[in-house]
């Protein structure tokens, strides 16, 4: 189980990351068990990159729409039937969560049965053994993968395969599906699988397709990376105008969509992250009349995904007139402007710009002004104190780069004039030493030195010789009572001044003492 957690939280990103905590969240707090399940997983088994994020649920998802809502989600659209939300989490995560069911065909071309189910169940009724997996985000469980149809190794093995004999007939879209993962994927069809895919397409039970399965596959198309690739494959197959009936890859504009995939990559590199999708449509059927356009956006599930691809036009048109305008009349005037549009307007206007003026202040956004930011003098914020522990140097690494975008910052000279106003005041110096004992004692030594160098007035002979001692002077401390001064001469004594002591008494031994006695 942890190695799945392990790999789960390496492969996605960090909005993805806050994106799969806050459905399990939600379904949590609603009681529902939670997995990621389909795409999602694959993708993070295999290392392909994680486009979307699939959620199954055991109850019904529908119930938890305005909870979604005040958790910041954007709801793209819901199918009561298949009981399905499209989401769109913080931070432009695109998922789906579906109930867990059972989908039972009674007969070719109708409708499925759906009644609720187990996740194990809901395993069983999906399409390729790639996609029959689910990751488990309950309590006691998570990580654990359930893999009822060994996909993990047909991961490993590089192969599309059905789950069961009756896949094609029941679910006629999944022909389409087959093309599409294979071209995305460039893996081949398990040979059973391979058979059973002709032997379907032979008998023609595509046309028993839902309109909910065709809108289904053309969303879809919008989200790969690769999408003039699949579209020739899907015409090779003859699915592309299943999906449209006068839809052929010469109605594609091949060069936009290739400049297109090329600047989203561009933008990628510079730590943008864009969402193609609209554009890619507008691409794909932008030789297409407005009734056939009109159509397929009707049956694309995600109204929000519709709705974005419908006013692509309008609001790029919008962005150019702006850059066209006194708005953008400085390179820092454009820089801001560019920051703060929709990164997808921003990518779609790089494309499709027809105004020199406007595709070259877009060309500079991401490259020649980018230079300029090198260019931020931090060896002389460094030497004015002005560096990234100041809470205004943002604002200040921001002004500085504005101002040489414009051009008005060309020497050092300029620089640290503008930048010397902006620089912190200096650091106060150290506060003094403590004055203590070690302080005194050095002060006492010094003192008893310069006394025994050079006596002072005070240190000379007084009148009758005497001499003070330099103890009297210097302070009593531990070390000057160390120090002791060199002994000195006894003073002379006046021989007329003796006074005059009485002689010793002489003694007289013990025994002479007996022998007088005696």
């Known amino acids: 189980m942890a190695d799945y957690i392990y ?45 979307d994020l699939d959620f199954t649920v055991q109850g019904n998802p529908l119930k938890l729409q305005k909870d979604f809502e005040r958790a910041g989600a954007v709801i793209g659209g819901s199918d009561d039937d298949f009981k399905t939300l499209y989401l769109t989490l913080p931070g432009g995560v695109r998922a789906e969560v579906s109930s867990a069911r059972i989908e039972r065909y009674e007969k070719t071309g109708k409708p499925p049965v759906i009644s609720p189910a187990t996740i194990i169940e809901d395993l069983r009724r999906r399409d390729f053994t790639v996609n029959a997996m689910a990751l488990s985000l309950n309590p006691g469980s998570r990580g654990l993968l359930m893999d009822p149809f060994n996909g993990a190794a047909d991961i490993e093995a590089k192969l599309l395969r059905v789950l069961h004999n009756y896949a094609f007939v029941e679910d006629s879209s999944r022909l389409i599906r087959a093309s599409r993962l294979a071209a995305r994927f460039h893996w081949p069809m398990e040979e059973r699988t391979q058979a059973r895919y002709e032997s379907a397409k032979e008998n023609n039970y595509i046309e028993y397709i839902t309109n909910r399965a065709i809108g289904y596959e053309l969303e879809q198309l919008a989200y790969e990376d690769d999408p003039l690739n699949v579209v020739r494959v899907l015409e090779k197959e003859g699915w592309l105008k299943v999906l449209s009936s006068h839809w052929t890859t010469a109605k594609v504009d091949n060069v936009g969509l290739s400049q297109l995939m ?55 048109k919008d962005l150019a007139k702006r850059l066209s305008g006194k708005e953008a009349a400085t390179p820092s005037r454009t820089w801001k402007l560019l920051s703060s549009a929709r990164q997808e307007m921003v990518l779609f206007l790089a494309v499709s710009a027809r105004q020199q003026a406007v595709a070259q202040k877009i060309k500079n956004f991401f490259t020649k002004w980018r230079q300029v930011q090198q260019k931020i003098p931090l060896p002389e914020m460094t ?38 106003p902006l620089a912190p005041p200096p650091p106060p110096p150290p506060p003094p030493p403590r004055r203590g004992r070690g302080a005194k004692a050095a002060a006492a030594q010094a003192q008893v030195q310069a006394l025994q160098a050079a006596p002072t007035k005070a240190g000379k002979k007084a009148k009758g010789g005497a001499v003070p001692l330099v103890s009297a002077v210097a302070p009593k401390t531990a070390v000057a009572a160390k120090v002791q001064p060199k002994a000195l001469p006894k003073p002379a004594v006046d021989p007329a001044k003796k006074s005059k002591s009485p002689p010793p008494k002489k003694t007289v031994p013990k025994s002479k003492k007996l022998a007088k006695k005696h």
Do not use: C
């Open 7 to 51: 790999t789960m939280e390496l492969r996605l990103t960090p909005n993805q990351q806050k994106g799969v905590t806050l459905v399990q969240d939600i379904a949590r707090a609603a009681g529902m068990n939670v997995y990621l399940t389909g795409g999602a997983v694959r993708d993070i088994i295999s290392g392909f990159a994680i486009r």
């Open 383 to 420: 030497e004015l104190l002005i560096t990234p522990q100041l809470p205004e140097y943002p604002k200040i690494a921001d002004e500085v780069f504005m101002l040489l975008l414009d051009g008005k910052l060309r020497s050092r000279t300029e620089i640290l004039k503008f930048l010397k």
């Open 262 to 316: 090329k600047t989203r990559q561009q933008m990628n590199d510079l730590g943008y992250a864009p969402d193609p999708s609209p554009a890619v449509l507008h691409f794909l059927t932008v030789r297409l009349n407005d009734k056939e356009s009109s159509d397929i956006r009707k049956a694309i599930p995600r109204r929000d995904l519709a709705e974005a691809w419908r006013d692509l036009e309008d609001n790029a």
